[in-house]
């Protein structure tokens, strides 16, 4: 029998971190996500599977450690919110560089520097356009329930593993503050030592023997050439996860004349918006990215052939525009609405926003 409990969405993040039989976690406690790792310390999860919890020093310690475990095959995570995420950049761009599996959970907050702890959109850039230097990619996923928040670990470390990539889960305040059903999974066990060896030995730090090759991890090739033919490996495996991973939402959309593009909370908010438009007789469809990279481009595009205009509506000065903009390629009219700092709009003022710029 299923078993389903009333959750917030922090701690649900913990509760899938231990059910999908993660090694370890690294973090540090930072709002509005800390209840992530104060969940993690109640369960003493080292005490049941062996998953290793550590409060680091700081967010650069424990990106690092993640580094570390990752190099080792293990499923590791951590989480934090928008400054620290920040702080973790020069790690993530290492991890990719390297190839490396792993987790990275970001509870969002207002921005820009210290800002506030309410909760926010604007790390949209952050996450899909790469916070860290160079070439790289992270594959992006955006819940908008509690349940999402929980079954979107085990889908970010299937990913992670399956592409050998770091993958970020990018909620926001609202999401992991407030609380709902939950069905949770079963508990996964960890991998063995030899499971390991059999799924990663061909890249993962298990030890030189007789038996199995000596592997090195680095993201340093001073051959400009040699980390040409790198870069364009990168690319083609971007390019399988554009082609393999997108995944989106459509609700209404078919008969659409208007539609809002909307992720994570906002698109709870979105939903609510173009029910009230419907009750009115205006045919409001909404598309919900689920991932951001990759981000669902074809679908779209394919809208922009017959809609009278999409809505973007985010809460941050206007970021995941710019990609819908790409999408549409000028064929119908693409606008934005947001609100920032930490303020949350209402379902009205979308409305409100529908009705102002598109509909007029």
């Not at 078993?3 to 993040?13: A, I, T, W």
């Not at 599977?49 to 550590?54: E, F, S």
């Not at 079963?186 to 890249?203: A, F, L, S, V």
């Not at 009278?308 to 934005?336: C, H, R, Y």
Request: charged share 25%; net charge negative; hydrophobic share 40%.
């Amino acid at each position: 029998m299923k078993e389903v409990k009333l959750m917030k969405g922090n701690e649900v993040l913990a509760e899938a971190a231990i059910r999908c039989g993660a090694d370890a976690y690294f973090g540090y406690p930072i709002t509005p996500q800390s209840e992530v790792m104060e969940t993690l310390m109640e369960k003493k999860p080292w005490e049941t599977t062996g998953m290793v919890v550590l409060q680091a020093e700081s967010e650069l310690a424990s990106i690092n450690m993640v580094y570390g475990g990752a190099c080792c095959g293990k499923k590791v995570l951590t989480s934090s919110s928008s400054p620290g995420i920040s702080l973790m950049c020069e790690g993530l761009t290492y991890l990719a560089g390297s190839e490396l599996p792993c987790v990275i959970i970001n509870v969002s907050r207002g921005g820009p520097g210290l800002g506030t702890i309410q909760p926010s959109q604007g790390d949209y850039f952050q996450a899909t356009k790469g916070g860290g230097h160079g070439d790289y990619r992270l594959i992006v996923l955006a819940p908008n329930s509690v349940q999402e928040m929980h079954d979107f670990v085990f889908d970010a470390f299937d990913l992670a593993f399956k592409y050998r990539n770091p993958v970020m889960v990018l909620s926001d305040g609202v999401i992991g503050q407030m609380m709902e059903k939950v069905v949770l999974a079963e508990q996964r066990p960890r991998w063995t030592e030899q499971e390991i060896i059999e799924k990663c030995g061909d890249w993962a730090l298990t030890g030189k023997t007789p038996d199995r090759k000596h592997n090195i991890i680095t993201s340093l090739e001073l051959d400009p050439y040699a980390f040409e033919k790198f870069n364009q490996k990168l690319v083609e495996k971007y390019n399988k996860v554009r082609e393999n991973e997108v995944r989106y939402e459509e609700f209404m959309c078919d008969d659409a004349d208007y539609v809002i593009v909307a992720f994570g909370s906002s698109a709870r908010i979105g939903m609510k918006t173009m029910e009230m438009a419907r009750e009115e007789g205006i045919k409001v469809g909404l598309l919900r990215p689920i991932t951001l990279f990759p981000f669902p481009e074809k679908p779209i595009a394919a809208l922009a052939e017959r809609v009278k205009g999409f809505l973007s509506v985010e809460l941050n000065t206007g970021q995941m525009v710019e990609d819908i903009k790409l999408a549409v390629n000028g064929k119908t009219p693409v606008e934005f609405f947001g609100r920032a700092g930490g303020a949350v709009f209402s379902p009205e003022e979308v409305y409100d926003a529908l009705k102002e710029k598109l509909i007029k």
